[in-house]
């Protein structure tokens, strides 16, 4: 059995990965690709708990670290590593990306930490392909604010949406062989059919017999 691909979507609130991970599931299983679409922090009944948890809550930050690990490891272990095993292409919205922007450049982590935590929770099962979607901090957050409900993420002042958006393009820069940052501020439309070029080109072609 072929493995499948593992396709993860990083950003800052509100750059559209709900939205492009769903258009590209619909595309894939249109073309017959089996595939399974889910989320950080989530993805299992346990990660889904954790996740009301830490967003409900203002943590310390190695607090938050073990917090979104601990649902990691049960999702990899438990929906990700079986269904890729299985050949079904998973699209994940965000992963290790987040932790290391969130938590290591925003909130102080040190990178060996999370790093370390990493090799015991993900490795080897990091992304194929990372799409690092690229949106002005202010039109991210004019989204969230008018779909509403804001996490206490979308609710830091302007500033740190600026930072953070900087961390979101010095990751996708930094390994150009795992990641494409695509140009978040258009219709949705053009943006699908960026991501679905960079797919067919660096994952199907490759898939194909
Ligand atoms: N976190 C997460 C960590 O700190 N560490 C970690 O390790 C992990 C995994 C998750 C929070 O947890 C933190 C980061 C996050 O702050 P969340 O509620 O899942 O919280 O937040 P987000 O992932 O940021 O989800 P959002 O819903 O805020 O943003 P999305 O998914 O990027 O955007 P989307 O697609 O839902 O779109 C937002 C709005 O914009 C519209 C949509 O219709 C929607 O209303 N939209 C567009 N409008 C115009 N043009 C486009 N191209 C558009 N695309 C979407």
């Known amino acids: 059995m072929t493995r499948g691909k593992f396709i993860t979507f990083e950003g800052g609130e509100g750059a559209g990965k709900t939205t492009q991970v769903a258009r590209l599931a619909e595309r894939l299983r249109a073309g017959g690709v089996e595939t399974v679409v889910t989320r950080e922090p989530g993805g299992t009944p346990l990660g889904e708990s954790i996740r009301d948890v830490v967003l409900g809550a203002s943590p310390e930050p190695v607090t938050e670290l073990l917090l979104f690990a601990a649902a990691r490891a049960e999702h990899v272990a438990k929906v990700i590593r079986p269904a890729l095993a299985h050949g079904t292409w998973v699209l994940c919205d965000r992963f290790v990306d987040s932790t290391r922007v969130y938590q290591g450049v925003m909130a102080g982590v040190s990178a060996d930490l999370i790093g370390a935590i990493e090799m015991r929770t993900v490795a080897p099962t990091f992304p194929d392909l990372t799409v690092v979607l690229d949106v002005p901090a202010e039109e991210g957050l004019k989204r969230t604010e008018a779909r509403g409900a804001l996490t206490r993420f979308d609710a830091e002042h302007a500033a740190y949406h600026v930072e953070l958006r900087e961390a979101f393009r010095r990751v ?25 070029r960079t797919v067919e080109t660096r994952l199907l072609a490759e898939a194909r017999p």
């Open 172 to 196: 996708a820069l930094a390994e150009p062989e795992r990641c494409v940052m695509v140009d978040g501020s258009r219709a949705a439309d053009e943006i699908a059919a960026d991501i679905w």
